[in-house]
């Protein structure tokens, strides 16, 4: 088709017929497809980003919110168990708190998280709600996810998954999940994948010693792995601590919630999370023994209701402890004696 085009080009134009060069390179500056800007440009984009980019938000600090599906607080029983939320993760920098205490944090946002199906012990045999996160192409989706998101009232999801709730804690289907569904200062379970880091040794996968020095006698052992199995066995034992290749693994921890920002729906969460910026984790309340942390603080079951009326606080902090930490207890220093 293309080539038609050039030969109705050239008898337009005047040129002979058969292919000659000077039609050749003219064809080509035509067709000539241009990945690139040229350096003119991309040194004005460079002079211009600054102006390109978009200005910082104006923050409220209060908003009114509507509860629109009618859902009721409760209060939990023993076996009452709250969804977990994904969350995109952005990156880490540093808050100070009210006594000037430097906190690392690892800012998460929420973005455009709704319900998808609440999955019922009638119909589908275990209780749980199907959540989704971002946005996706439709012409990237299967016909049944675009479905759910039809039936939901929400526009194609990013990344789905399931959070097992306990009865009284489902949700309807297209409910928004805010960040207001956890406190600050409530610790929280976090669950992700880490970084690829590539092939490496016994010492940086694993964590081993390594061999000794020169000096005492450990000649071309320093980073080895050491004996591998034993001399009856004739064998490497399965799951051997070897050299490999290091990530991406599965990694999960316990963080505290330092603070929340419902305008963008962002969570800062204290320490580092697993996983590149823009990967996917799980937020969940805390388990284990690290959720009596969790008992001076009421949560909100199922999840955050605004009552009408109400004027809530846009950005919510931690309470900052009572006690000044750099009041450090006087000690008398005593000298020794001459």
């Given at each position: 088709?293309?080539?038609n085009?050039?030969?109705?080009?050239?008898v337009?134009?005047?040129?002979?017929?058969?292919?000659?060069?000077?039609?050749?390179?003219?064809?080509s500056?035509?067709?000539?497809?241009?990945?690139?800007?040229?350096?003119?440009?991309?040194?004005?984009?460079?002079?211009?980003?600054?102006?390109?980019?978009?200005?910082?938000?104006?923050?409220?600090?209060?908003?009114?919110?509507?509860?629109?599906?009618?859902?009721?607080?409760?209060?939990?029983?023993?076996?009452s168990?709250?969804?977990?939320?994904?969350?995109?993760?952005?990156?880490?920098m540093?808050?100070?708190?009210?006594?000037?205490?430097?906190?690392?944090?690892?800012?998460?946002?929420?973005d455009?998280l709704?319900?998808?199906?609440p999955?019922?012990?009638?119909?589908?045999?275990?209780e749980?709600?199907?959540?989704?996160?971002?946005?996706?192409s439709?012409?990237?989706?299967?016909?049944?996810e675009?479905?759910?998101?039809?039936?939901?009232?929400?526009g194609?999801k990013?990344h789905?998954?399931?959070?097992?709730?306990?009865?009284?804690?489902?949700?309807?289907?297209?409910?928004?999940?805010?960040?207001?569904?956890?406190?600050?200062?409530?610790?929280?379970?976090?669950s992700?994948?880490?970084k690829?880091?590539?092939?490496?040794?016994?010492?940086?996968?694993?964590?081993?010693?390594?061999?000794?020095?020169?000096?005492?006698?450990h000649?071309?052992?320093?980073r080895?792995?050491?004996?591998?199995?034993?001399?009856?066995?004739?064998?490497?034992?399965?799951?051997?601590k070897?050299?490999g290749?290091?990530?991406?693994?599965?990694?999960?921890?316990?963080?505290?919630?330092?603070?929340?920002?419902?305008?963008?729906?962002?969570?800062?969460?204290?320490g580092?999370?697993?996983?590149?910026?823009?990967?996917?984790?799980?937020i969940?309340?805390?388990?284990?023994?690290?959720?009596?942390?969790?008992?001076?603080?009421?949560?909100p079951f199922?999840t955050?209701?605004?009552?009408?009326?109400?004027?809530?606080?846009?950005?919510?902090?931690?309470?900052?402890?009572?006690?000044?930490?750099?009041?450090?207890?006087?000690?008398?220093?005593?000298?020794?004696?001459?």
């Amino acid at each position: 088709m293309w080539r038609n085009a050039l030969q109705s080009i050239k008898v337009s134009v005047g040129w002979p017929t058969p292919w000659s060069a000077r039609a050749d390179l003219e064809a080509s500056r035509i067709f000539r497809r241009t990945f690139y800007a040229s350096k003119w440009q991309k040194r004005l984009g460079h002079l211009l980003e600054g102006r390109r980019r978009a200005p910082p938000p104006e923050i409220p600090e209060k908003e009114s919110l509507q509860n629109d599906f009618n859902i009721k607080p409760f209060k939990p029983v023993l076996d009452s168990k709250r969804t977990g939320v994904l969350a995109y993760k952005i990156g880490c920098m540093s808050l100070w708190d009210e006594w000037g205490v430097k906190h690392m944090v690892t800012v998460c946002q929420l973005d455009r998280l709704h319900v998808l199906t609440p999955l019922t012990l009638q119909k589908n045999g275990y209780e749980a709600v199907r959540v989704g996160l971002g946005y996706r192409s439709i012409h990237r989706q299967k016909r049944q996810e675009i479905g759910n998101a039809i039936a939901a009232g929400v526009g194609p999801k990013h990344h789905i998954c399931e959070f097992r709730v306990s009865s009284d804690c489902l949700l309807p289907a297209g409910f928004p999940i805010s960040v207001r569904h956890f406190v600050p200062g409530q610790w929280v379970f976090v669950s992700g994948w880490s970084k690829g880091r590539g092939y490496h040794g016994v010492m940086k996968r694993w964590g081993f010693a390594g061999g000794g020095s020169d000096k005492r006698g450990h000649k071309k052992d320093h980073r080895s792995a050491g004996s591998l199995g034993q001399r009856g066995v004739g064998k490497v034992w399965k799951y051997k601590k070897m050299a490999g290749h290091k990530g991406p693994d599965p990694r999960c921890m316990n963080a505290k919630v330092f603070r929340i920002e419902s305008a963008r729906n962002l969570i800062f969460l204290k320490g580092p999370l697993p996983g590149y910026k823009g990967s996917v984790v799980k937020i969940h309340d805390a388990r284990g023994k690290t959720a009596f942390k969790n008992k001076h603080i009421r949560l909100p079951f199922p999840t955050f209701v605004p009552m009408p009326g109400v004027e809530y606080p846009v950005t919510v902090q931690e309470p900052p402890p009572q006690r000044d930490p750099f009041l450090y207890p006087e000690q008398p220093l005593y000298q020794p004696n001459d």
